[in-house]
């Protein structure tokens, strides 16, 4: 647990390193991902569907699923906490909160946390009986099955912990943070994820001279 706490930070550092080193630009158009998965309800999703908003990715192995299922309902109600008391029909739908000091006037990114389940080991015919068991197990949230191992093959993967991949607004990958979270590298999390939200502000008002200028 203690190496698994150590990784978890070093890969913040990092992260936060990325944040801020990164420039807007033409060269994001680059790096943008598109993860496209089915849920258990076999409805078709896409990442860059939430363009604008900043994507959570918390996805495990068979061993780390359920680590990985509650770190993903922390980081849900921290940013939605409205959830905390919301029926479990709306639990999903509930209204994000904004970062601090972001302007009263402008509707900040929403923080999408999607889990991922990762089986990769489920035969193409047993994916009918695993979806069946997802259903019963979460009528009202979707979570993406990936059974075509797609986030270890882009984004790797911890064994038996929690992996979590932050997207930005733009839908460029800005860091995989894996292994147990306490309450102060969950914390830093949550900063990176704010961060991340208060530099697409920050690109916008960037973008308003040259969008605003006129040609007489």
């Not at 000091?101 to 047993?126: N, Q, S």
């Not at 830093?188 to 208060?198: G, H, M, N, S, W």
Request: contains cysteine; proline residues 6%.
């Amino acid at each position: 647990m203690i190496a698994s706490c150590r990784f978890a930070s070093a890969v913040l550092v990092a992260v936060f390193a990325t944040i801020s080193a990164l420039p807007a630009g033409a060269a994001d158009a680059e790096r943008v991902v598109n993860i496209a998965m089915e849920d258990q309800f076999k409805n078709r999703h896409e990442t860059l569907r939430y363009q604008g908003d900043v994507v959570v990715l918390v996805y495990a192995e068979r061993k780390g699923a359920e680590a990985a299922l509650e770190l993903g309902r922390r980081l849900h109600v921290r940013f939605h906490p409205s959830a905390a008391q919301a029926p479990a029909t709306e639990w999903s739908r509930q209204p994000v909160v904004s970062p601090a000091g972001w302007p009263a006037t402008l509707a900040a990114p929403d923080v999408h946390v999607i889990p991922v389940a990762c089986l990769p080991e489920v035969p193409k015919a047993l994916e009918t009986v695993a979806r069946s068991r997802f259903r019963k197990d979460s009528q009202f949230v979707s979570v993406w099955l990936d059974f075509e191992d797609t986030m270890r093959q882009r984004f790797g993967i911890v064994p038996n912990e929690p992996n979590v991949v932050l997207l930005d607004t733009r839908g460029c990958p800005q860091g995989v943070i894996s292994g147990h979270l306490d309450e102060v590298r969950f914390g830093e999390v949550v900063a990176a994820i704010d961060q991340l939200r208060v530099r697409s502000l920050q690109d916008r008002t960037a973008a308003i001279p040259a969008a605003a200028t006129i040609v007489r």
